[in-house]
């Protein structure tokens, strides 16, 4: 496994066998499916867009004590695509994302390739290198036996997932089709539930649910045993009627799982057919490190104050 550039100096990660994770950052207009898609579930017409956008531009010019980039149609179209270009949904998104990383209580604040490097070192969290069979980025996320929780902490790891999905919101196809995660529970022990407070709890999910420009399609959960179901009710009243629909239960049952991803898309280990050397974190630091330039843009943005 190792980092390389393509011709067009594009870092991807190679896995062998000619499997890569590379990012696409080419538009869909040309993809007959991808505008379809666009269309139905996101309202995303021309003229929606071009009216969209400029509402929210508008919205954000009153918003006085915000900088935020608002002559730049990528960086509106990411918190519109998640919205169905509803201008004012979206405007209510960037307060709400925005008036969270100024508390400086949270993970949205100081992010650098450097901030999540021991979480993607030790491989809690990694992205898988085929999407699933409808489009949808794959997230994995190690919270049982492999989380050394005292190396990462439950807050890392939550700023490693966001640190992650801001390079993979790079991709206009990820904006569009979403995310889908697998959290593999096994062997969780009393030191992991140690990790989980309500209040932090409550404020990762205010800010999932709410203010993150994501769409978060299914959360998977896997190895999920007796001590799984007693930290789970600390997140439960934190859940919105969305997300707790979109929760699926596969406890040990990988043919659970291949119901909602389809089993040519997960590795063996989550009986699948996709084989791919063992993860490197190393290298996934590497490939987050051609992307900081993305994490101090995101950073010099915010209420007054809060930029860096």
Same mark, same amino acid.
């Given at each position: 496994?190792?980092?390389? !550039?393509?011709?067009?100096?594009?870092?991807?990660?190679?896995?062998?066998?000619?499997?890569?994770?590379?990012?696409?950052?080419?538009?869909?207009?040309?993809?007959?499916?991808?505008?379809?898609?666009?269309?139905? %579930? @996101?309202?995303?017409?021309?003229?929606?867009?071009?009216?969209?956008?400029?509402?929210?531009?508008?919205?954000?010019?009153? %918003?006085?004590?915000?900088?935020?980039?608002?002559?730049?149609?990528?960086?509106?179209?990411?918190?519109?695509?998640?919205?169905?270009?509803?201008?004012?949904?979206?405007?209510?998104?960037?307060?709400? #994302?925005?008036?969270?990383?100024?508390?400086?209580?949270?993970? +949205?604040?100081?992010?650098?390739?450097?901030?999540?490097?021991?979480?993607?070192?030790?491989?809690?969290?990694?992205?898988?290198?085929? /999407?699933?069979? &409808?489009?949808?980025?794959?997230?994995?996320?190690?919270?049982?036996?492999?989380?050394?929780?005292?190396?990462?902490? #439950?807050?890392? !790891?939550?700023?490693?997932? &966001?640190? !992650? @999905?801001?390079?993979?919101?790079?991709?206009?196809?990820?904006?569009? &089709?979403?995310?889908?995660?697998?959290?593999?529970?096994? /062997? @969780?022990?009393?030191?992991?539930?140690?990790?989980?407070?309500?209040?932090?709890?409550?404020?990762? +999910?205010?800010?999932?649910?709410?203010?993150?420009?994501?769409?978060?399609?299914?959360?998977?959960?896997?190895?999920?045993?007796?001590?799984?179901?007693?930290?789970?009710?600390? #997140?439960?009243?934190? @859940?919105?009627?969305?997300?707790?629909?979109?929760?699926?239960?596969?406890?040990?049952?990988?043919?659970?799982? &291949?119901?909602?991803?389809?089993?040519?898309?997960?590795?063996?280990?989550?009986?699948?057919?996709?084989?791919?050397?063992?993860?490197?974190?190393?290298? !996934?630091?590497?490939?987050?490190?051609?992307?900081?330039?993305?994490?101090?843009?995101?950073?010099?943005?915010?209420?007054?104050?809060?930029?860096?």
């Amino acid at each position: 496994m190792s980092l390389k !550039l393509n011709a067009d100096k594009v870092p991807y990660v190679d896995l062998g066998g000619g499997i890569h994770i590379e990012l696409d950052l080419s538009e869909y207009d040309d993809d007959k499916l991808c505008v379809e898609k666009a269309r139905e %579930e @996101l309202r995303e017409t021309p003229e929606i867009v071009e009216a969209s956008l400029k509402q929210l531009r508008e919205l954000l010019k009153d %918003e006085k004590d915000l900088n935020v980039p608002i002559d730049d149609d990528k960086f509106l179209k990411r918190i519109l695509r998640p919205t169905k270009y509803y201008a004012e949904s979206a405007f209510e998104m960037i307060k709400g #994302f925005y008036k969270t990383k100024a508390n400086k209580n949270f993970i +949205l604040d100081d992010l650098s390739a450097n901030a999540i490097k021991v979480a993607l070192e030790e491989k809690v969290i990694q992205v898988f290198p085929k /999407r699933d069979q &409808h489009g949808r980025r794959i997230i994995y996320m190690e919270m049982g036996s492999k989380w050394n929780s005292s190396k990462v902490p #439950f807050p890392e !790891l939550i700023r490693a997932s &966001h640190g !992650l @999905l801001t390079i993979l919101l790079l991709e206009p196809r990820t904006q569009l &089709h979403g995310f889908v995660f697998v959290t593999n529970f096994d /062997r @969780l022990s009393l030191a992991h539930m140690g990790q989980f407070g309500p209040k932090f709890a409550k404020i990762t +999910l205010d800010y999932g649910q709410k203010y993150a420009p994501i769409r978060v399609k299914a959360i998977n959960i896997v190895n999920n045993a007796k001590l799984f179901n007693v930290m789970f009710k600390v #997140f439960k009243p934190f @859940l919105g009627q969305k997300w707790g629909k979109r929760i699926h239960f596969h406890s040990s049952d990988m043919a659970s799982l &291949h119901k909602h991803i389809d089993a040519s898309c997960l590795p063996t280990k989550l009986g699948g057919t996709m084989e791919w050397p063992e993860y490197d974190g190393k290298v !996934l630091v590497e490939f987050a490190e051609h992307y900081q330039w993305y994490f101090d843009e995101m950073n010099s943005y915010g209420y007054k104050g809060d930029q860096k």
